[in-house]
């Protein structure tokens, strides 16, 4: 993309409405622009990173085997009253009615819907296991939308439902879960820890959130920091294995990690005091088995072997997709702007013409842009007649992970330079080098091709 013909409108002031830096980055990079409380309109930078995030949740998903679909926005009130949550659920829902006086809804989450379409179509245990999934907004009418897309009320998010005939296999489910998780936000350049949560009226073991470490973090979180050591990295898994799923779960939830809602300070006291840590985070997940509450409220039985009836095993699973942008940036930012971690970036390296108009600066520039894209990347070349501080600074803000600076005096001397945005590091190296050093580095990131 050639920055002339893009629209990246970026503020130079700090908007005066926003008080984490995620929100006050989002805003001044041009990513988001606020159209009413808590909803937001996804302006193309923001819409590319958005993209990418759901793109690894995608592959994710489906590498675990669950299985891909598309439910509305809008539901009709009339699951949800046979379900008893119509009452029960509170100010959050957003109710509307149609020209016909029907009760409606706007989603903010979907286990009625997903349990009636299996209702509809599965009865016997020879169709499951099975998980499906969307991608899908959702709205939840918060007393305080806030932090930009952090607490939104119109917000992305990922949510699984699995369909399991016995306890066992649903634990199996959510176990497949926790890994594809920890592989999603690995690859968004996030440290994620699975925390014990609460099981809300339903109890029960069964429920992990998945956390980032951020002082602007809503949750209050207590932690032995040796959890903060474990990575899941780019080890193998058969999602299928019983043993590999649970020997995962395992090793990522058996040191102390708990929401304040299930804090126990007697066993909290048990880890070495040197490790003990008490800290904020950020919610960017969260997994639930809860057995048959939906599948007997609204009759989803199975026939099992024995020819018997029972109602099927349930467990939902939530990312929040647009929440994590505010999160990867809260965890990876500077005081010049954002630093996007290369699995998600927007762009994959900014060019950066010290001198447009100026013959051999602009073929050089056109050169290295032709040869990253015929790799495969997508740079974002500033062509635009400006200062190269204002290039510099824009750059900086919109945190690509690396940028190529052309200009005549280093081109007399056949380099250019290729800057690390994480450490600020330069080295100068030939374009052809240059070239493939980016190409190399993003070898190694499996990264979608944004919109
Ligand atoms: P919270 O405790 O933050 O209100 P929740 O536990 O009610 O969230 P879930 O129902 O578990 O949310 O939804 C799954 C995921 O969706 C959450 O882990 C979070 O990342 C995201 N999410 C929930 N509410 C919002 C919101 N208002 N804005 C943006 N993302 C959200
Ligand atoms: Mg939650």
Redesign the pocket.
């Known amino acids: 993309m050639r920055l002339s013909r893009y629209f990246l409108p970026v503020l130079k002031e700090n908007p005066s409405e926003a008080q984490i830096v995620s929100h006050r980055y989002m805003l001044r990079a041009g990513m988001i622009k606020q159209s009413a409380a808590?909803i937001y309109s996804w302006l193309p930078l923001g819409f590319k990173v958005l993209k990418k995030i759901e793109t690894i949740v995608h592959e994710e998903q489906m590498r675990a085997g669950h299985i891909p679909m598309l439910m509305p926005t809008l539901q009709s009130a009339d699951l949800w009253k046979e379900s008893g949550r119509y009452d029960d659920y509170g100010q959050e829902m957003l109710r509307i009615s149609d020209r016909h006086g029907r009760d409606m809804l706007y989603g903010?989450?979907n286990e009625e819907l997903i349990t009636d379409i299996f209702r509809s179509h599965v009865g016997s245990y020879k169709d499951l296991p099975l998980t499906l999934y969307h991608i899908q907004w959702?709205f939840?009418d918060?007393i305080r939308?806030r932090f930009g897309?952090?607490?939104?009320?119109e917000?992305?998010?990922k949510?699984g439902y699995n369909f399991d005939l016995t306890k066992e296999d649903a634990l199996h489910a959510y176990n497949r879960h926790l890994v594809s998780y920890l592989r999603s936000y690995e690859r968004m350049g996030l440290q994620a820890i699975p925390m014990r949560?609460d099981g809300g009226p339903i109890g029960g073991d069964y429920t992990h959130?998945?956390l980032v470490l951020a002082e602007t973090g809503?949750?209050e979180v207590f932690y032995d920091s040796a959890v903060t050591d474990l990575t899941f990295g780019d080890r193998a898994i058969d999602y299928d294995s019983v043993e590999q799923c649970q020997g995962v779960l395992e090793e990522f939830t058996s040191k102390y990690a708990r929401t304040d809602e299930t804090h126990d300070e007697a066993l909290f006291n048990e880890v070495p005091e040197e490790r003990r840590r008490v800290a904020r985070g950020?919610?960017?997940?969260?997994i639930?088995y809860f057995g048959t509450k939906y599948s007997e409220a609204l009759g989803a039985n199975v026939q099992g072997p024995d020819g018997k009836q029972s109602p099927v095993h349930m467990g939902s699973h939530?990312?929040?997709?647009?929440?994590?942008l505010g999160?990867i940036i809260e965890a990876s930012h500077d005081d010049k702007g954002i630093i996007w971690p290369e699995g998600v970036t927007p762009f994959h390296c900014g060019i950066v013409n010290l001198k447009q108009g100026d013959a051999e600066a602009d073929a050089a520039c056109e050169s290295l842009y032709e040869a990253l894209t015929a790799a495969g990347l997508e740079p974002l070349y500033d062509d635009r007649k400006e200062r190269a501080g204002g290039k510099f600074a824009t750059m900086d803000l919109i945190g690509l992970p690396w940028r190529i600076t052309v200009g005549p005096r280093g081109l007399k001397n056949g380099v250019v330079e290729l800057t690390s945005r994480r450490s600020g590091e330069s080295e100068e190296l030939s374009p052809e080098a240059a070239v493939q050093k980016i190409v190399e580095i993003y070898a190694n990131h499996q990264t979608g091709r944004g919109f």
Do not use: C, H, N, W
């Open positions: 808590g903010p989450t959702k939840r918060e939308p897309v952090m607490r939104g009320r917000f992305y998010m949510d949560a959130e998945f809503e949750s950020i919610e960017v997940g969260q639930f939530g990312i929040g997709v647009s929440r994590l999160a």
